[in-house]
């Protein structure tokens, strides 16, 4: 690996230290839950079956509720990226981030843009 790449790690690793590993995990779980809440409340089901879901990522899948694909286009406009589904799942997942630096104050204000950009396309 690159000299750059060995600073990253270090420093990365620090952060996780300075954090500590049982609260980064809590942290991550938090989010998870809040995501998963927030979507099923919009009347989409989550991917995976479950116990088999992720705390660092949720795939989110339309099932009923409003059609995300046009909030998912506008939100990366605004520089928050939130990445759809690939393949044969082009168009009807998406997958929220909730890992790494992410905080819920970070989730928080995607899920409040997100909710504002499907108010916006359902009129």
Same mark, same amino acid.
């Given at each position: 690996?690159?000299?750059?790449?060995?600073?990253?790690?270090?420093? =990365?690793?620090?952060?996780?230290? %300075?954090?500590?590993?049982?609260? #980064?995990?809590?942290? &991550? #779980?938090? @989010?998870?839950? #809040?995501?998963?809440?927030?979507? %099923? *409340?919009?009347?989409?089901?989550?991917?995976?079956?479950?116990?088999?879901?992720?705390? %660092?990522?949720?795939?989110?899948?339309?099932?009923? *509720?409003?059609?995300?694909?046009?909030?998912?286009?506008?939100?990366?406009?605004? !520089?928050?990226?939130?990445?759809? !589904?690939? *393949?044969?799942?082009?168009?009807? %997942?998406? #997958?929220?981030?909730? @890992?790494?630096?992410?905080? @819920?104050?970070?989730?928080? &204000?995607?899920?409040?843009?997100?909710?504002?950009?499907? =108010?916006?396309?359902?009129?």
């Amino acid at each position: 690996p690159s000299t750059a790449h060995l600073y990253a790690l270090v420093r =990365q690793l620090e952060r996780i230290e %300075t954090e500590g590993l049982a609260n #980064r995990h809590a942290r &991550h #779980r938090a @989010m998870a839950t #809040r995501t998963r809440e927030w979507a %099923t *409340g919009h009347g989409w089901k989550l991917f995976p079956a479950e116990g088999f879901a992720s705390d %660092t990522v949720s795939c989110i899948a339309r099932a009923e *509720g409003p059609d995300f694909n046009d909030a998912l286009a506008r939100l990366a406009e605004e !520089g928050l990226l939130v990445s759809g !589904g690939y *393949g044969k799942l082009k168009g009807e %997942t998406f #997958r929220i981030g909730h @890992m790494g630096e992410h905080t @819920m104050d970070d989730l928080e &204000h995607l899920l409040a843009r997100f909710d504002a950009l499907l =108010q916006e396309s359902a009129r």
